[in-house]
């Protein structure tokens, strides 16, 4: 499956902004999938996942009730929403897939990525 990620951009502290994945090659519905981020200097981090049927989310604590993960399987395509944005947001966004029902937290396994959207929150 190949993923393709959009909608980052500059945005100010306190705004938005809805990040999608795309994807093409495979039904996304037979992945669990999830939104990853990666600061300059830092580590990739998971930020937000959602379970192959969608009926269950998972978030980072730095996240938890700022950010919303859905999927719409009959699109392709898995949305990220940003609310009340802060500068420590500021990472570039990369939409996973894991060939399983179940959300998992650590990068190596997923195995198909996005290219990444880059998120910059000014103060």
């Known amino acids: 499956v190949q993923l393709q990620a959009s909608g980052g951009g500059l945005v100010q502290a306190g705004g938005s902004l809805r990040l999608s994945c795309t994807a093409s090659g495979r039904t996304l519905s037979r992945y669990s999938m999830a939104w990853f981020r990666q600061a300059p200097g830092k580590e990739r981090e998971f930020a937000a996942g959602i379970s192959r049927s969608g009926g269950n989310t998972y978030y980072a604590d730095s996240v938890r009730g700022r950010f919303t993960i859905s999927r719409v399987n009959a699109e392709n395509t898995v949305y990220l929403q940003m609310n009340s944005l802060k500068p420590e947001d500021t990472a570039v966004y990369y939409c996973?897939?894991?060939?399983?029902?179940?959300?998992?937290?650590?990068?190596?396994?997923?195995?198909?990525w996005g290219q990444g959207t880059e998120v910059t929150v000014s103060s």
């Open positions: 996973a897939a894991h060939d399983a029902g179940v959300v998992v937290v650590y990068a190596s396994l997923y195995a198909y």
